[in-house]
């Protein structure tokens, strides 16, 4: 959880694999990179088994160059599609049980506090629509009435991806999947309102259209997180697979969602819009 984690002895990091030499010298660690960087440097995430194609893959590659601090930075997960890629990168990652994460998250974060006084961590909690609303609803919503802080991050495929194709409380209404053959009864859980209702400090619903905005958007949520208090992001990543969408046409699905009914929002409170003025004051 620092720089001394990925520096090796002198005269060692010769002999080291280069995907490591590269880390080391062309790492994000200690910088920040702009979306059209990408490709220029050696990012925290690579390789993974997620699907070709998969928009929730392109988002946490994404999450992952938004870090302010990836070398302070923990993620807490659970069981589900993202952890296969999450846990790949090169940022400590908190394997949750289904229910637990934002609990975990809690935990951690004051425990961090206290024993690193001078050193600011940043916790989050990054997993899909089923692990933390359906399952994980209890602590979530705790969390935020407790104002912890530390960053949700709800990568929203709207099914159980990793599990065969349950409907999840974020389904919409109506869709027909291999394991709701009749179509979901119910709504779409509102997720950004119950996040209002709870003061959480600043939301945002966002689809990976626009990688810049997306940058944009974690490190907000991030800085407030690490300073003020609870931060929720959520986020539209489309299963192709259960969804049935043609590789190619996955970014052409968002799109649309976008334009339908995902349009980018951002709510910040006063006192977290506060904070980000006087960041932004310090940059100039």
Known sequence: MSLDTVRPSPGFLEHLPIEYQDLVNHGQYGKQYKA?????????????????????????RLVFIGLPRPEHTVIVGTAGCGRLAISQGNVPFIYGNYGDTNSTASGLKRGLELRFPNQKKDVITMCGDGGLVDIGFQGLMHSWFRNEKFTTIMLDNEVYGNTGGQESGMTMKGKVLKMAPR??????????????????????RIAPTNPGRVLRTVRRAILIGREIGSTYIQAYTSCNIEYSIPTPEVMKDAFAIEKERYGFEEIISERAQKFLDEVEKKKK
């Open 183 to 204: 179509g979901k009864v119910d709504e779409k859980m509102d997720v950004v309102g119950l996040a209002k209702v709870a003061g959480v400090d600043y939301i945002a």
């Open 36 to 60: 059209s960087d990408m490709g220029k440097f050696k990012e925290l995430v690579e390789e993974h088994p997620m699907c070709a194609g998969c928009a929730m893959t392109l988002f946490i």
